[in-house]
C-alpha cells in the first residue's frame, strides 16, 4: 500500500489534532509523559493531569529528585497507578544513568522503566524522527482493519507478524506526523463500535471497510475474566489541631492501589466492627468501583468520634488530604464536592 502513508500524512496536516499541550515540540520529556498519561487514558482526562504535573515537576530532574508519595499524591484519579510508580522510576533512570537526557533512538528508550516498544517508539519517532512503528490499541484497529488482519492478537507471535506489517507500511518522510495521524483516526474516525468509514482517508484501500464488516477487526479471542470483590472500609474521625483529622493507612507497595492512602480496610464487616467494640458506627452508601479485572464493592462505616485507642494509621487533617495520594472513590467519598 505505498499510498497509505501520504494519505494519512495529509489527512493529519488537514483534520488531525494539532493544538493539544505535548504536541508541536520535541522535548521527549513533555512527550514522554503525555504518552504515559495517555495509556489506557481519554485525551480529555489527561489534559488537567498533564499542566499541573509539568506545573509541579517542569523538568525530568525536578520530577526524579520527589518523593514517590508526592507523584502518586498528583496522579490520583487517573488510575492504573503502577503507571505513576514507573513514571518515577523512569525519571530517576534518566537522570542516574543518562545524565538527565533521554535516550535518542526506540532501542534505548526501551531499556527504561515502563517504556514499551510502542510508547518508546512513539517518543522517537516525535522526538527524534526516527522510522518506528508503533501499535497501541488505536493504532491496532485502524492497522488490522485496514488490512483485514485475520490473526488471533490474543497469540504473541500473531501480534508479532502484525508488527512487522506497522513496520512495512512506514512511510519514507513525516513519520512524527503519520503517527499522530494513526492515534487519531483511531481515536476519532476509526471507533471500535462506530467507525465513520466515509471520513476516512484510507476508506479506499481499506480491507475490512470492503468487507462490510470492519468491527470484526481486531480479532482477540482471549477475554479477561472478571470477578467481584467486597470490602468494608472503617472511617475513624476525631478532633485535631487544624480541624477534623482522618485515619488513614497506607496501601502495601505491590497490587491493587499499591502505595496510595486509603481509610483503614477489611474483608468483612464483622472484621471492621470488631475493631472499634462499643463505637456506633453509621454504614454509608456502598461503593461500586470497576478496575480492570474485577468489580469492586466497598461499603464504608463511619465514627465521627474515635476512641481513644483505634488500629495503627496515621492521623491526617481533613485540609491535608490533598497531599495524600487517595484511590478515585475516597476522593469521592471524603470531598464529594
Not at 119 to 147: M, P
Not at 201 to 218: M, N
Not at 284 to 301: G, M, S
Request: hydrophobic share 45%.
Amino acid at each position: 500500500m505505498p499510498d497509505f502513508g501520504p494519505l494519512v500524512v495529509a489527512w493529519q496536516q488537514r483534520h488531525g489534532r494539532n493544538e493539544l499541550p505535548w504536541q508541536n515540540t520535541r522535548d521527549p520529556y513533555r512527550v514522554w509523559l503525555s504518552e504515559i498519561m495517555l495509556q489506557q487514558t481519554q485525551v480529555t482526562t489527561v489534559l488537567g493531569y498533564y499542566e499541573r504535573f509539568l506545573q509541579r515537576f517542569p523538568t525530568v530532574a525536578e520530577l526524579a529528585a520527589a518523593e514517590l508519595d508526592e507523584v502518586l499524591a498528583l496522579w490520583a484519579g487517573l488510575g492504573y497507578y503502577s503507571r505513576a510508580r514507573n513514571l518515577h522510576a523512569c525519571a530517576r533512570a534518566v537522570v542516574a544513568l543518562h545524565g538527565g537526557r533521554f535516550p535518542p533512538d526506540a532501542a534505548g528508550l526501551q531499556t527504561l522503566p515502563g517504556i514499551g516498544r510502542s510508547t518508546a517508539a512513539a517518543i522517537a519517532a516525535f522526538c527524534y524522527q526516527e522510522r518506528v512503528a508503533i501499535l497501541d490499541g488505536n493504532v491496532k484497529r485502524v492497522l488490522t482493519r485496514v488490512l483485514a488482519f485475520e490473526g488471533d492478537l490474543a497469540s504473541s507471535a500473531v501480534e508479532r507478524r502484525l508488527w512487522d506489517q506497522a513496520s512495512a507500511l512506514l512511510p519514507e518522510q513525516g513519520v512524527d506526523r503519520y503517527t499522530q495521524g494513526l492515534m487519531d483516526l483511531g481515536a476519532t474516525v476509526c471507533t471500535q463500535r462506530s467507525p465513520q468509514c466515509l471520513l476516512c482517508p484510507v476508506q479506499s484501500l481499506c480491507r475490512g471497510s470492503a468487507s462490510g464488516e470492519p468491527t470484526r477487526f481486531p480479532v482477540k479471542t482471549r477475554k479477561l475474566k472478571r470477578s467481584r470483590r467486597e470490602n468494608w472500609w472503617l472511617w475513624l474521625e476525631r478532633p485535631g489541631p487544624a480541624g477534623p483529622e482522618l485515619l488513614l493507612t497506607q496501601r502495601p507497595a505491590t497490587g491493587v492501589w499499591a502505595g496510595l492512602w486509603t481509610l483503614p480496610m477489611f474483608d468483612d464487616e464483622a472484621a471492621a466492627r470488631a475493631q472499634v467494640p462499643g463505637v456506633a458506627l453509621e454504614p454509608l452508601p456502598r461503593i461500586e468501583h470497576a478496575l480492570t479485572h474485577f468489580d469492586w464493592v466497598l461499603h464504608t462505616l463511619r465514627a465521627e468520634a474515635a476512641p481513644a485507642q483505634v488500629l495503627a494509621g496515621q492521623w491526617v487533617a481533613r485540609e491535608q488530604l490533598p497531599a495524600y495520594a487517595l484511590p478515585a472513590p475516597l476522593k469521592k467519598l471524603v470531598d464529594p464536592d
